[in-house]
C-alpha cells in the first residue's frame, strides 16, 4: 500500500495538482464507484490526508460505500467549475479498503473537529483508505492539453494533445 508522501514522491506534479485543487474546491471531489449493475455512480467527497494516507469518510451504508464493499475500485476526481480547466485537474485511481472502527478513527475525528469543527467525536463512521494505484492530471496549455499521468514503479509521463 502506497502512503501519501510515497505518491507525493513518485508523482510530485500530480500530486501538486490535485492538493492545489482539492484546497481550492474546499476539499471537495467527486468519487465514482461501481454499482451493483456495473454502471457508474458519481457522489460528492471531501477526502482527507491524514497520517500519510488518502481517506474518504461518510455515514454507514451509504450506496457509495456498498459499491466499495462489492467492488474496491474508485476514482476521486477534483471538482472544477471552470470549464477551461485553466488551473487544471486531477484524477487518482485506486482500491478501497475499509479500517474497522478504533483508535485511528478516534484521531481522525479529533483532527476533523480541530481543523473544519465538524464533530463526530462520539460516532462511529466509515473511515475507508485509498490504495492509490494510478493518477493523472490534465493542463491546458495557449495551444495544447497536457496529460501527466503516473503509475506505480513508473515516473510520471506527459502525454500532449494538439
Given at each position: ?29 467527486m ?30 451504508n451509504?450506496?457509495?460505500?456498498r ?22 485537474d486531477?484524477?487518482?485511481w ?12 478516534r ?30 492530471a ?5 495551444d ?19
Amino acid at each position: 500500500m502506497i502512503t501519501w508522501a510515497e505518491f507525493a514522491a513518485a508523482a510530485p506534479h500530480i500530486a501538486a495538482i490535485f492538493e492545489r485543487r482539492h484546497r481550492a474546491a474546499g476539499n471537495l471531489c467527486m468519487l465514482a464507484t461501481l454499482r451493483s449493475d456495473g454502471f457508474p455512480r458519481i457522489s460528492p467527497m471531501e477526502p482527507r490526508i491524514f497520517e500519510d494516507q488518502l481517506w474518504i469518510t461518510g455515514m454507514p451504508n451509504t450506496t457509495k460505500y456498498r459499491d466499495l464493499q462489492r467492488d474496491p475500485r474508485l476514482c476521486l476526481h477534483t471538482a472544477t467549475v471552470d470549464t477551461a480547466v485553466s488551473e487544471g485537474d486531477a484524477k487518482l485511481w485506486g482500491r478501497a479498503y475499509v479500517v474497522p472502527y478504533g483508535e485511528l478513527h478516534r484521531r481522525f475525528a479529533a483532527a476533523l473537529f480541530d481543523e473544519i469543527g465538524l464533530d463526530l467525536r462520539d460516532q462511529e463512521f466509515d473511515l475507508i483508505g485509498v490504495d492509490i494505484t494510478g493518477a493523472s492530471a490534465v493542463e491546458v496549455q495557449d495551444d495544447h492539453l497536457d496529460i501527466t499521468v503516473w503509475k506505480p514503479g513508473q515516473p510520471e509521463r506527459v502525454v500532449r494533445k494538439h
